[in-house]
């Protein structure tokens, strides 16, 4: 075989066989295919677009690329759940104590923040002493112990996929879904979970901008998982304006301890009872969703969803009397308000701001090797909907230096948009996709 000829078929709009995509991704992993030569598929790939069995095909290369987690010595089902990233997105911290506090075990492998998204390894990291550097007895002995693990991508998950997309990142090559669909699913099945739930958001603060781009990817992946023999479920959720009411590492900890004493905002909320209750079926503890939903409230309001919230932070190093006595978190020094310009109703927000100004703050990262200050962030104080005065609260900014925050005060004012008429806000989940 020789690149030149699969690159050749490819422009052509060919189908690659499963054996020259394996040959492919095998010898790019090796270091045989030069980047120049890969670089050229991948263009290729995004005028042509790759068929279904071709992305299954490429996703299980790049997934047998490097290790695959045995996860066999915990008991019972294991569900997976992702998140195609979004601006203030704490769901796993809320929902994770809650699925393990319903007899599911959750063994979970997630990474950091890249730009305006947040990662959840960051979040937990608030917690005095925290790790996610695990060994991989200990990763099962938590699950099986405490009901719920999470721990860094420390181990050699898809590395073609790492090859991959450092080339995609510099050829404009990043936004084409077999791509993008293969990347998500060649880790998550790498991860060795026994059924995967996948949040897929949409709107101004996501990847995918749009319901049918969203629907589109979804499909795909759900798509992948089944064909890999892994039952997978995408549930699309709105991402054009924040979800929750904070932005920021240690701000969302605490939001997600007052979810887990039955106080989260209603959006966040929606979105945690919609992917529990298809993690819940998925481990075959349900048969309804408005069963898992019963049953996942019931575990809020008597407070064992908060107590393994607590034994998991011990369990890997933190503090456990923080999840109990928030206000021991990390906290910023400066706050300032925005205020209102007008009149009137809010229209929308623009979360991709709202995203970058928590990275002024110093609350992101530009590069991997950024340092996060976890204690800044933004407080939204009215969502889309609700009606406003001229100099009314809209947010707080919380940040430890004042001309950053002067700078972010500005971009969250921008954010929203004030106008004349009430708009009714989008729906927080729109859709769920099965096989």
């Given at each position: 075989?020789?690149?030149?000829?699969?690159?050749?078929?490819?422009?052509?709009?060919?189908?690659?066989?499963?054996?020259?995509?394996?040959?492919?991704?095998?010898?790019?992993?090796?270091?045989?295919?030069?980047?120049?030569?890969?670089?050229?598929?991948?263009?290729?790939?995004?005028?042509?677009?790759?068929?279904?069995?071709?992305?299954?095909?490429?996703?299980?290369?790049?997934?047998?690329?490097?290790?695959?987690?045995?996860?066999?010595?915990?008991?019972?089902?294991?569900?997976?759940?992702?998140?195609?990233?979004?601006?203030?997105?704490?769901?796993?911290?809320?929902?994770?104590?809650?699925?393990?506090?319903?007899?599911?075990?959750?063994?979970?492998?997630?990474?950091?923040?890249?730009?305006?998204?947040?990662?959840?390894?960051?979040?937990?990291?608030?917690?005095?002493?925290?790790?996610?550097?695990?060994?991989e007895a200990q990763f099962l002995d938590n699950v099986n112990r405490v009901g719920v693990a999470i721990a860094g991508q420390t181990a050699n998950l898809a590395p073609a996929d790492k090859?991959?997309?450092?080339?995609?990142?510099?050829?404009?090559?990043?936004?084409?879904?077999?791509?993008?669909?293969?990347?998500?699913?060649?880790?998550?099945?790498?991860?060795?979970?026994?059924?995967?739930?996948?949040?897929?958001?949409?709107?101004?603060?996501?990847?995918?901008?749009?319901?049918?781009?969203?629907?589109?990817?979804?499909?795909?992946?759900?798509?992948?998982?089944?064909?890999?023999?892994?039952?997978?479920?995408?549930?699309?959720?709105?991402?054009?304006?924040?979800?929750?009411?904070?932005?920021?590492?240690a701000m969302e900890v605490i939001e997600a301890i007052e979810a887990l004493q039955g106080h989260g905002p209603s959006d966040l909320m929606e979105v945690v009872f919609a992917l529990g209750?298809?993690?819940?079926?998925?481990?075959?503890?349900?048969?309804?969703?408005?069963?898992?939903?019963?049953?996942?409230?019931?575990?809020?309001?008597?407070?064992?969803?908060?107590?393994?919230?607590?034994?998991?932070?011990?369990?890997q190093g933190g503090n456990p009397t923080e999840v109990f006595h928030p206000e021991l978190l990390p906290a910023a020094g400066q706050k300032l308000e925005v205020l209102s310009p007008a009149?009137?109703?809010?229209?929308?927000?623009?979360?991709?701001?709202?995203?970058?100004?928590?990275?002024?703050?110093?609350?992101?990262?530009?590069?991997?090797?950024?340092?996060?200050?976890?204690?800044?962030?933004?407080?939204?104080?009215?969502?889309?909907?609700?009606?406003?005065?001229?100099?009314?609260?809209?947010?707080?900014?919380?940040?430890?230096?004042?001309?950053?925050?002067?700078?972010?005060?500005?971009?969250?004012?921008?954010?929203?948009?004030?106008?004349?008429?009430?708009?009714?806000?989008?729906?927080?989940?729109?859709?769920?996709?099965?096989?």
């Open positions: 075989m020789r690149m030149y000829d699969l690159i050749e078929k490819k422009k052509q709009g060919g189908h690659l066989s499963d054996s020259e995509i394996r040959w492919m991704i095998e010898g790019f992993t090796k270091g045989d295919i030069p980047d120049y030569q890969m670089s050229a598929m991948l263009m290729a790939i995004c005028f042509q677009g790759m068929n279904e069995r071709e992305t299954l095909t490429l996703t299980l290369a790049m997934r047998d690329s490097g290790d695959v987690l045995d996860l066999s010595g915990i008991h019972g089902v294991k569900v997976d759940k992702h998140s195609t990233g979004g601006v203030g997105d704490k769901t796993s911290l809320i929902l994770t104590p809650i699925i393990a506090a319903l007899g599911v075990p959750v063994a979970k492998m997630s990474g950091r923040g890249l730009g305006h998204t947040g990662g959840t390894i960051d979040k937990l990291e608030s917690f005095t002493g925290f790790t996610t550097s695990l060994s090859k991959l997309y450092a080339l995609r990142d510099v050829t404009a090559t990043v936004a084409q879904p077999s791509l993008i669909a293969s990347s998500i699913m060649s880790k998550k099945l790498a991860s060795g979970a026994d059924a995967i739930v996948l949040d897929v958001k949409m709107g101004r603060g996501a990847f995918m901008q749009t319901l049918e781009e969203a629907k589109e990817l979804a499909s795909i992946m759900v798509n992948i998982g089944n064909g890999a023999g892994k039952p997978t479920t995408a549930v699309i959720t709105d991402m054009s304006q924040p979800l929750g009411n904070t932005v920021g590492n209750s298809c993690m819940l079926q998925s481990a075959g503890r349900v048969h309804t969703r408005e069963e898992a939903q019963k049953m996942m409230r019931e575990v809020i309001s008597d407070g064992s969803a908060l107590r393994i919230f607590a034994d998991f932070v011990e369990a009149d009137g109703y809010v229209d929308s927000i623009d979360a991709l701001a709202i995203g970058n100004a928590c990275m002024i703050l110093g609350g992101g990262r530009v590069t991997k090797d950024s340092v996060i200050d976890l204690s800044v962030g933004i407080r939204l104080l009215v969502k889309t909907g609700a009606a406003v005065d001229k100099g009314n609260s809209l947010a707080v900014i919380y940040g430890n230096d004042l001309d950053k925050c002067r700078q972010a005060q500005d971009i969250v004012q921008s954010a929203y948009h004030i106008g004349q008429r009430q708009v009714t806000p989008a729906p927080t989940v729109y859709q769920v996709i099965e096989a």
